[in-house]
């Protein structure tokens, strides 16, 4: 049994760096970097919270090491700052829901007005239906952490064998219907879906996390102003003839973007990130979500399926794609 679960591991590890050799630029460093935060993801993130207690000792070390292998050679860091290469995208539930219901392989490549970061901005779903439900490491390390706390969606390959074979006692294989329940589960208790990108997970999508703001290790590097995190695309709006002015999309606010005045809320457009947590706590219907053009374009799959269906439809015709996306 022992030499079967080495032998998944290794498996697991090899399917990984086979991937990665197909992806231009991707090192045995940024091989190295994904093995890690793969297979320990919960000292990972103990360090990058700051919750482990040699955090300061590995985030140095970790920072020299990268001076060196970084892609511009020692002294340079190719001009990546730490979001560029490690970043979320708020998502509705709809959207998330959408992310793990996908039944056919597709490659949605450099997606820079939805994603707009230097790197680790690629869509590319092998095996969509691999999906894996990991216990958060964010609340894993945490003193008194939320709960439930296996609510990470790790969707595709060689992501999911990767981590069901490394993290046995806190991952599990589950189908679409149930990560559509862990999604709709989490948005009821308010908190956020973001859709994660990392350099070091292959440049691309890889998992689908439901923060909470006490825990999430993202939302606290956005608080404390290391922008990890991008808008839905949406703003939260008022009808302010609606609205009971009791206060409880100030307090759901996970984002902390509504404040309450004279018993009307006002919205700071700059800090809401779209993902509708409030809307559907007001029970006076009085917030709504606009699109906001200024706070980029949403990460809907459907739409971008389609987008991509017809640019592939225009090649085709004699014309040239809209853009480079491309299913396969």
């Known amino acids: 049994m022992k030499s079967e679960k080495v032998s998944g591991r290794r498996k697991a590890a090899r399917d990984f760096y086979r991937e990665g050799r197909t992806i231009p630029g991707y090192s045995f460093f940024d091989f190295i970097h994904g093995y890690v935060y793969g297979r320990w993801p919960y000292f990972y993130i103990g360090i ?3 919750e482990h207690r040699l955090a300061g000792v590995f985030r140095r070390l970790f920072n020299l090491v990268s001076h060196w292998f970084s892609p511009g050679g020692a002294g340079s860091n190719g001009g990546l700052t730490f979001a560029d290469t490690y970043h979320g995208k708020v998502v509705s539930t709809e959207s998330a829901s959408g992310l793990v219901s996908i039944e056919q392989e597709i490659s949605l490549q450099d997606l820079e007005p939805i994603i707009p970061y230097a790197a680790a901005r690629d869509i590319v779903l092998k095996n969509p239906d691999h999906i894996v439900a990991l216990d958060c490491p964010c609340r894993s390390v945490r003193p008194d952490p939320c709960s439930p706390v296996d609510v990470c969606l790790i969707v595709g390959e060689p992501f999911a064998s990767f981590v069901l074979e ?3 006692d806190h991952a599990r294989g589950i189908d679409s219907r149930e990560a559509v329940r862990i999604l709709q589960a989490e948005h009821e208790r ?6 994660f990108f990392k350099d070091a997970m292959l ?6 996390c439901n923060c909470c703001s006490c825990c999430c290790g993202a939302m606290q590097a956005q608080r ?19 609205c009971q002015g009791c206060g409880i999309c100030e307090t759901s606010c996970p984002f902390d973007a509504i404040s ?3 018993e009307i809320p006002l919205v700071r457009d700059e800090a809401c990130m779209g993902c509708g947590v409030c809307v559907d706590r007001c029970a006076a219907d009085a917030l709504w979500l606009e699109r906001a053009p200024e706070k980029g374009e949403p990460l809907e799959i459907h739409s971008l399926l389609a987008e991509a269906a017809a640019a592939e439809g225009k090649k085709g015709a004699g014309g040239f794609p809209i853009n480079d996306v491309q299913q396969t």
Request: hydrophobic share 30%; glycine share 12%; proline share 2%.
């Open 48 to 50: 990058g919270t700051g």
């Open 166 to 168: 490394h993290q046995p």
């Open 190 to 195: 308010g908190h956020v879906h973001h859709a």
């Open 203 to 208: 440049d691309r999508f890889y998992a689908i």
């Open 224 to 242: 404390n102003g290391t922008l990890m995190l991008n808008s839905s695309g949406y703003l939260c709006r008022i009808r302010e003839d609606q």
């Open 260 to 262: 309450m005045v004279e």
